[in-house]
């Protein structure tokens, strides 16, 4: 019990000159680690715009995506009996929602009210050209343009089906801006942590050399490896957490700068913008702190012992 005891006392002193020889060289060392911290600060602040400005991309194409709709047409000797297999079919389908029947009439009503004074042009057919159709919508999780494309085409081979038609193109177009974000932001974030990660090294191995005779005399003194790399690893910390929460307080100043400023000019940006989740917030230090531990580590590897 003594021994786990002795050890405990060991570590929390060994903790405690530390976290003291960390703040004196923050504060001996206060205008390198202010650029440092402005600089892990600033690439921070540029992954985190990047991020909301997904956010919002990815928002707004979610919501152009509910409105995703599939139309089949059917033939015009399509029988009572094949609109109700038709339907069953459409409502037992679990990729399938809000399924809608219009018939010929309905379509042509709706036609004429669309044309409002133009519809005399529609007085030339004998009789009503357009077909009956089932509009629905699917899932967002099958709003992949191969998954939709076999659907239409299993569709379009049912009886009583003369014609499937759905926003190929725009769909295609959709997914492609989507994964090409996805990509974007797997690049920018890993520059991002290599920059971040490359700034705090650079940082500490400064220190390092500064305090190379220190190091040297500790060493002699028999000081443990724990002792001595410790206190550069706490100033690793603070230098991350401090630009994560700088570059924080930038994000939600330039969010509130946007709504409260630039809803002036435009005032439909106050329904296209959207701020990041309050947790967001909180892990971008702790990202910040993650990224320059991670460069402090590899400094400190430097450190013969």
């Known amino acids: 019990m003594k021994t786990v005891n002795s050890s405990n006392n060991i570590w929390l002193e060994v903790l405690r000159y530390s976290v003291k020889t960390a703040f004196k060289s923050i504060i001996h060392e206060k205008w390198i680690n202010l650029l440092t911290v402005l600089t892990v600060s600033t690439g921070l602040t540029i992954l985190s715009a990047f991020i909301m400005i997904n956010t919002n991309v990815n928002s707004a194409l979610q919501r152009w995506a509910k409105n995703f709709g599939v139309v089949v047409y059917l033939n015009e000797d399509a029988s009572k009996e094949d609109e109700f297999i038709l339907k069953k079919r459409f409502s037992e389908d679990a990729d399938i929602e809000n399924v809608n029947f219009v018939s010929k009439d309905r379509a042509f009503e709706e036609i ?47 009886p009583g089906v003369q014609e499937v038609q759905y926003g190929e193109k725009w769909l ?22 290599i920059a971040v990660t490359f700034i705090t ?10 305090r190379k005779e220190e190091i040297e005399t500790l060493k002699l ?35 509130s700068f946007t709504m409260y400023k630039m809803v002036e000019f435009l005032p439909a940006i106050r329904f296209i913008v959207s701020s990041l989740p309050l947790y967001v917030y909180l892990i971008i230090p702790a990202a910040g702190a993650a990224m320059s531990l991670a460069g402090s580590f590899m400094a400190i590897g430097k450190i013969r012992y």
């Open 201 to 210: 090294y650079s940082t500490i191995r400064i220190f390092l050399h500064r």
């Open 172 to 193: 295609a177009s959709l997914n492609t801006i989507v994964n090409a974000m996805k990509i974007v932001s797997i690049i920018f974030g890993t520059a991002i942590f």
């Open 112 to 158: 004429k009210k669309t044309l409002g004074p133009n519809a005399l042009i529609l007085d030339v057919f004998n009789e009503n050209p357009l077909p009956s159709s089932f509009e629905f919508r699917l899932k967002s999780n099958s709003l992949v343009p191969s998954v939709v494309k076999q659907k239409a085409a299993q569709i379009g081979q049912w």
């Open 221 to 255: 003194l028999g000081a443990s490896r724990s002792f001595i790399r410790l206190p550069f690893l706490m100033e690793g910390l603070f230098i991350g957490t401090m630009g994560g929460a700088l570059s924080s307080l930038a994000i939600f100043g330039l969010y």
